[in-house]
């Protein structure tokens, strides 16, 4: 299966997209992760993606799709693929789809996880990272053991700026204005879309995604 998860800021796209990699063995591609890899081994996408992000600019979606069919080239056949959080925009959709079908594959299905402004709000400002280690904490979720100190490495605990709530509602507003257009390409298109409440706990956000894909059956 081919797997699209989307979800706003704060709603645990991340965490979900781990729990449910591992609970059926699907390969789960970043391409945050993509880029600071090619970056680090200096492959030519790497490169050429190095020069955009030292200027300061967006990496174009054209070597962001090629960084994904180079991973996707990597993986035995019948491997299944959990893309968290890309595509983000209707035209990297357009041009993912392009890239796929030479491939023979196509997007099986499309999990959005919803949750209220008022959780994510919640959520987001909750969130304090280690600048050392790079751990994430949440002060609501999953707190540290000792208030404003990382568990790893005892360095004092970051809030980011774009964390503090009154950034966060603008946040949510650019998501939403980026996405909605998306979960309409995919409506409209042969992948299935289910939407998956998302204000509860961790465990029972993934039980419910599991449901919706027909896992626990």
Known sequence: MYLILLGPPGVGKGTQGVLLADATGWERVVTGDLLRTAKDAGTPLGQQAQQYMTAGDLVPDHLIIKMVEEKLTTLPVGTGVIFDGFPRTREQASAFKMMLQPLGRSIDGVVVLDASDEVLTERISGRRSCLSCGSVYNMVLAPPQREGVCDNDGTSLFHRADDHPDTVQNRLDVYRRETEPLIAYYEGSKSTVYHV????????????????????E
């Not at 995604?209 to 896992?215: I, P, S, T």
Request: glycine share 20%; net charge negative.
């Open 197 to 216: 409440p998302s204000d509860g706990g961790v465990d029972e956000v993934q039980g419910e995604v599991r449901r919706a894909l027909g896992l626990d």
